[in-house]
């Protein structure tokens, strides 16, 4: 158990919707991290967010946003869904914003879109 | 710009065979980390090693060991006398200290592709 939660684990939805992946990062870590994992790209950087302010962007279509709340906690919204979003996706936690910080995993959110 | 390139991608071998997971990587920085994870069946990412830009030596733990070799860019990954749970996705990642404006920061993965082992009993 790496102390990074996800919720919720598996959600089917269909096209044009709007969804919310939830992420609690272990206890400390101020640096939040979503990540895609799909078959056709791969896993893929998202979004990253230090102590409630974004850090960067990677690969983030513009119907995706995520923020950072005063508690940690940080919510990806995936919106206008398509076939092709659907993916695994992956909350990550580190406890600074350096190249050597470990980032640890939470168990996924396995979004299926019908 | 930055690339980790892991050119198997699926391997399978007989339980207590030896076996080298390769991974390549692309980066213009002098320093940088380098990691492997595991990804079982079951699907979370299990982090297993990480080693710095300026740190050469080969590591070992267990029945893993890690030669990294900056003269080639590679950091691959040995499993000795394999076993059928070590059977999962494995990838290496590069990550980055990226400098922003402002006095921000960020160290982004970049992962390979994966390599899937498999292990028959």
């Known amino acids: 158990d790496s102390g990074v939660t996800q919720t919720p684990k598996h959600l089917i939805t269909a096209t044009g919707q709007r969804v919310t992946l939830r992420c609690s990062p272990r206890?400390?870590?101020?640096?939040v991290y979503w990540y895609q994992q799909s078959l056709d790209q791969g896993l893929q950087f998202l979004i990253q967010?230090?102590?409630?302010?974004?850090?960067a962007k990677g690969n983030i279509l513009e119907r995706f946003s995520a923020q950072q709340f005063p508690d940690l906690h940080s919510e990806l919204n995936l919106s206008s869904l398509e076939l092709g979003d659907s993916a695994l996706y992956f909350c990550a936690s580190s406890v600074g914003r350096g190249a050597g910080d470990e980032q640890f995993f939470g168990p996924g959110t396995r979004l299926t879109v019908l | 710009a930055q690339k980790v390139t892991q050119a198997q991608t699926e391997i399978s071998v007989v339980e207590k065979e030896d076996v080298t997971l390769d991974c390549v990587y692309e980066t213009r920085d002098t320093t940088y980390y380098l990691f492997w994870y595991k990804q079982p069946p079951s699907g979370e990412l299990v982090f297993l090693i990480r080693r710095n830009s300026f740190d050469e030596q080969n590591e070992i733990s267990g029945r893993y060991s890690w030669n990294f070799q900056k003269s080639t860019s590679s950091f691959n990954f040995t499993i000795t006398a394999s076993q059928v749970v070590d059977s999962a996705v494995y990838f290496c990642a590069l990550s980055e200290f990226t400098r922003l404006g402002l006095g921000g920061a960020t160290n982004k993965l970049i992962f390979g592709t994966g390599t899937l082992l498999a292990v028959q009993p």
């Open positions: 206890s400390g870590d101020l640096s």
């Open positions: 967010y230090y102590n409630g302010e974004e850090r």
